[in-house]
Nanobody
Framework: HVQLVESGGGSVQPGGSLTLSCVAS??????MGWFRQAPGKDREGVAG???????SVADSVKGRFTISKDSAKNTLYLQMNILKPEDSAMYYC????????????????????WGQGTQVTVS
């Protein structure tokens, strides 16, 4: 049974920083990602990481957001810098066991397991 629990969201002024964490339990596999969804908008892939450490980051956050994973702690991170109001959304952690890597790590349909989300508000 896979369980993902996000934390670290909050309210921050434009230009500020936040670090999201996702503690994983169960067989989460090697491939994990961060997604976000703002009210009235589709869910958007933000960043993904594969088993070999290869990372993918959406163009909208490139240069500002960094995804990383501490396997010893079973924790996925999303470091968010230079936050903008358009970054406001519910942020979700996702995982897909059984794959060494993904061809499309920012595609949400690849991921069967999801956390409950953590809210980020930039204003």
């Amino acid at each position: 049974h896979v369980q993902l629990v996000e934390s670290g969201g909050g309210s921050v002024q434009p230009g500020g920083s936040l670090t999201l964490s996702c503690v994983a339990s169960g067989n989460t596999g090697n491939c994990m990602g961060w997604f976000r969804q703002a009210p009235g908008k589709d869910r958007e892939g933000v960043a993904g990481i594969g088993g070999n450490g290869r990372t993918s980051v959406a163009d909208s956050v490139k240069g500002r957001f960094t995804i990383s994973k501490d396997s010893a702690k079973n924790t996925l991170y999303l470091q968010m810098n230079i936050l903008k109001p358009e970054d406001s959304a519910m942020y979700y952690c996702a995982a897909v066991p059984g794959f060494a890597d993904l061809a499309a790590p920012l595609r949400d349909s690849n991921y069967p397991y999801w956390g409950q989300g953590t809210q980020v508000t930039v204003s």
